[in-house]
């Protein structure tokens, strides 16, 4: 055993972001390094091995760009630090704290929390048409909208599309009240959340009736040019081949387009071949479109929705059949 090591923190603010809800952070840094970490107000107390505590230090200072800030430091946060350390890729992960992707309505920041998604950000910003496949909680829809709004707010687009097939397992449009827009809804349901993460409800109704922001069903693509437009199609792992090679050939001049999908998700009959995944055969190596496979250690939900993926993951690939409902 070494020495204990003793870090005193700038503010409590600060060790609170460090600590995690029920000092989460801290057992996740613990089992990362195999030493004891305790937080006793701004002091924090690291005991272990000579090689523990040292690598408990240079993950604690790694991540000071966010907890000296204030900001929520999350398990995604601490592995992408592991990574870096193990990697050395430290200027990488400083790029990664200092790139604000945008602030949501209610002043909090936001940016990529691991390598896989700044590369997916970066696409996002440059690439007329970019693929991210990924399970849930990656933040493929999440990162597109706000790359889109920022775009839109900038005057870089004149339009922010989003839209996705209105399919879900054991549901028909026909089964649910109202007309066709309140059927559809529902579906386009984590759309509108995105939304409201970065712009007033208000502010979206007037934009909606302006036509500057359009959230519709698949099926409203057809037949239509998009010029000068940032397109997001979600849930694409449940569109048809037929459906998939439409909406991408909606493209027009000046326009983005972003598809996000789970092909292990599908809602599709089961003798239907995801549209998704044929695209991904088919235009792999095309210039211009740009792939980003997200994983299990993306996921930037509660720690146990990533503990949930890796199961799952674990299962499918030895003896479950890898198609089936969304849980």
Known sequence: MSSPLQIELPSLEGALALAGYRDENLKLLASQTGASLVLRGQELFVTGTDNGVALA????QALEPLWSQGQPVTSADIMTARQALDTDRIDELQAIHQ?????????EVIRAKTFRQKRYVKALRNTDMVFCVGPAGTGKTFLATLVGVQA???NE???LILTRPAVEAGERLGFLPGDLQQKVNPYL????DALHELVDPEKIANLMER????????AYMRGRTLNNAFVIM???QNTTPGQMKMVLTR???????VVTGDVTQTDLPSDQTSGLAIAQKILQGVDGIAFCQLNQADVVRHPLVQRIVAAYENYEGSSAPRRGGRP
């Open 152 to 154: 839109l707010l900038n």
């Open 234 to 236: 979600d849930e694409a």
């Open 211 to 218: 036509g500057i922001i359009e959230v519709a069903p698949l």
């Open 57 to 60: 230090q240079r993950l604690v």
């Open 189 to 192: 349901r984590p759309l509108y």
């Open 157 to 159: 687009f004149e339009r």
């Open 99 to 107: 790139d604000v992707v945008a602030r949501t309505r209610r002043g």
């Open 251 to 257: 493209l027009g001049f000046k326009s983005r387009m």
